[in-house]
């Protein structure tokens, strides 16, 4: 992916884009994609990077949603079991088959859970991942060494998918592009053009970088912007009612030893009423979730204290082991985008999951709720109403069947895996110029040479880019992101040819995030 010349394509005079897709999230790329798979044409713009906001800040599960299924949202879990399957299928370098356990403390517990996890097996059909079942007491302690064990009386092991949220969106947008797709990040929207009858036609755009302007004209307009979709509705039509109520989930990042074994935790009742994941994730273990209402949609949002406390009081009823405050490496917080609520109801895990397709009368196409595992099938349901909108024929859809960018069925173990196929290519940098295998952080596997790759070749174009999305290391040790700073900004800046302006402001802006990361 190449920003320089996905840019040169925005100057082609009298190009006329099928789809102008806004939002380089989940749902953006899943525009995108869909779209691409049926020969049209298409231009995605995002004013910061790929999966910058809530499409990297996710608990890392591909599931069907077990709760979904305790609050009797059957259509969303068979809908989300299948894509699980094919997105396990078609990016296996970046999903991972995870075992889960629930402990069982009561008899009611073991029938509850076992009943509903054969149901949730069973719906997943011929797509299954593995078979649910109860263990003992004693398989149990041995999968969880660090559980409490007072009043135990086993567990039911299930399974569900993991992934790497960003890499995933990343290596969607790779693909994208290789099939014809113009994607650019750092691309703000600053107005929607419309012809004579008032229907959109196009985007007014700002590079953020260089802060030229464009014109993209194109017959649909699709709005997948998530949280921040009442920001461009509202350029669409100024009095637009509200159609987003931001929900705010944290997640804690531990080392992994606080759980011991490779096994996920599912805690399914806290004392409010959520559903708790302690997951093995790229050797730490993130612990989330929370489901609090915020009222302002931010880029950058941050975990409130009493979010923190609550992971921790809860995590402290289940583990031998009590984590801390001091002992947390990382916390990240992601914005929900959930449909605003009708008048009087303000709990937001009642308020679907499911996804919505919206145009309004000027034929602006929005695409607001959903989830990440069912980002294609949403991709799908969007460009549904480009025949609606333009009158124009479509092909059928063949998403569903295409590999992703560095697809391969023997990723290499460790780090390495993210990268799946391209990651021979990184290698051989460090066979060419042995000095780019060295390491940037004694406590973390990450090179020297993955940062001229990501740079050269993933459109990274800030510190950040890399550190948070690339590398996943501001997610994983905030600190240990911060001491990587000055060696990532300085090799960005050789690449890119920038000069110390360029790396100073980088590490400034930096730091400044970091904190963000870090628990005061």
């Not at 709005?223 to 637009?240: C, E, H, S, Y």
């Amino acid at each position: 992916m190449n920003r320089i010349k996905n840019l040169k394509q925005l100057k082609e005079k009298g190009k006329v884009w099928d789809i102008a897709v806004i939002g380089g999230g989940a749902s953006g790329l899943g525009v995108a994609l869909d779209a691409l798979s049926r020969g049209l044409s298409v231009v995605l713009v995002d004013k910061s990077d790929f999966a910058k906001g809530t499409s990297s800040r996710s608990t890392k599960l591909v599931h069907g949603g077990v709760r979904y299924l305790a609050q009797g949202d059957i259509a969303l879990v068979f809908e989300a079991l299948k894509e699980r399957g094919r997105l396990l299928q078609n990016a296996p370098h970046l999903t991972y088959n995870q075992p889960f356990i629930i402990p069982i403390y009561t008899l009611f517990d073991r029938l509850q859970y076992s009943i509903g996890l054969k149901i949730y097996d069973w719906m997943a059909g011929r797509l299954r991942l593995g078979k649910s079942r109860f263990i003992s007491r004693k398989e149990t302690i041995q999968r969880l060494p660090q559980i409490k064990q007072e009043g135990l009386k086993g567990g039911v092991v299930y399974h569900d998918g993991q992934f790497d949220d960003a890499r995933l969106a990343l290596s969607v947008a790779m693909t994208c592009d290789e099939m014809g797709g113009c994607l650019l990040n750092y691309m703000r929207v600053t107005g929607l053009v419309k012809n004579q009858e008032g229907q959109i036609s196009g985007l007014k755009v700002r590079d953020e970088l260089s802060k030229e302007k464009y014109k993209i004209e194109a017959k649909m307009v699709v709005n997948a912007t998530g949280v921040f979709a009442d920001k461009i509705l509202q350029m669409d039509q100024p009095d637009a009612p509200k159609s987003i109520q931001p929900s705010q989930g944290i997640h804690l990042v531990l080392d992994q030893s606080f759980l011991g074994g490779k096994d996920a935790l599912m805690i399914p009742k806290t004392s409010d009423g959520r559903v708790l994941f302690a997951v093995p994730w790229l050797d730490k273990l993130v612990v989330g979730t929370t489901d609090t209402l915020r009222e302002k949609a931010k880029l950058e949002p941050e975990a409130l204290s009493k979010e923190v406390d609550f992971i921790l009081e809860t995590a402290e009823a289940y583990l031998t082991k009590a984590p801390t405050r001091q002992d947390v490496k990382s916390v990240f917080a992601g914005l929900r985008p959930l449909a605003a609520p009708k008048a009087g109801s303000t709990k937001t895990k009642e308020i679907s999951r499911s996804h919505k397709v919206i145009v309004s009368q000027s034929k602006l196409v929005s695409i607001t709720g959903g989830k990440w595992t069912t980002f294609r099938k949403m991709g799908e349901d969007t460009v549904e109403e480009y025949t609606k909108v333009t009158q124009s024929p479509l092909s059928p859809s063949t998403s569903a069947k295409i590999r992703y960018h560095g697809f391969t069925e023997n990723p290499q173990e460790g780090h390495w895996k993210g990268y799946g196929a391209d990651a021979v290519f990184i290698q051989k940098m460090i066979q060419d110029k042995p000095e780019l295998g060295q390491l940037l952080h004694p406590s973390y596997p990450y090179t020297q040479a993955e940062v001229i790759w990501c740079t050269r070749h993933e459109m990274a174009m800030k510190v950040e880019d890399i550190l948070s999305r690339r590398m996943r290391m501001l997610l994983l040790d905030a600190q240990a992101a911060w001491s990587m700073a000055p060696k990532v900004a300085q090799l960005m800046g050789e690449e890119m040819g920038k000069g110390d302006k360029w790396v100073e402001t980088e590490l400034q802006d930096f730091e400044k995030l970091a904190n963000k990361y870090l628990l005061k």
